[in-house]
C-alpha cells in the first residue's frame, strides 16, 4: 500500500468541502436523523464555502418537551455533549492550569 502526502490550502479545503462526495455522505448521515424525526424536511444547500445540510422540524419548544431530536441523533450514531457547561469549564480550568489549553 502506498503512502500519500495531500497538502490543501484554503482555496482546496473550500473546494473539498463543497464537493459532491462531501454532500453525499452528509445527506446518507442527516437522512438517517431525519427518518427517526416524523415530519422533519432534509434541506441540503451550497454556500460560498461549503455544502449545508440540515434537517428542519418544529420548534426548540417541541425538542424541549419531547426530546425526539436527541433520540435521533443517538440512533443516527451521533455524539451529543455529555458534559454540562460547570464540567466543561472546570475540565478547561484544568487543562489551562497544565498549560494545555489556551
Known amino acids: 500500500m502506498a503512502n500519500f502526502k495531500l ?5 482546496g479545503m473550500r473546494e473539498m468541502l463543497k464537493s459532491q462526495g462531501i454532500e ?3 445527506v446518507k448521515r442527516m437522512s438517517r436523523v431525519q427518518a427517526a424525526l416524523p415530519g422533519s424536511e432534509l434541506e441540503a444547500s451550497l ?3 461549503r455544502v449545508r445540510v440540515k434537517v428542519a422540524r418544529g ?3 417541541d425538542e424541549a418537551n419531547t426530546g425526539a431530536l436527541s433520540r435521533a ?3 443516527a ?3 451529543r455533549g455529555t ?5 466543561l469549564a472546570a475540565k478547561r480550568a484544568k487543562l489551562r492550569a497544565k498549560g494545555k489549553f489556551s
Open 7 to 11: 497538502y490543501l490550502n484554503s482555496k
Open 24 to 26: 453525499d455522505e452528509l
Open 47 to 49: 454556500t460560498r464555502t
Open 59 to 61: 420548534s426548540d419548544f
Open 73 to 75: 441523533l443517538d440512533l
Open 77 to 79: 450514531g451521533g455524539l
Open 83 to 87: 458534559f454540562t457547561k460547570n464540567q
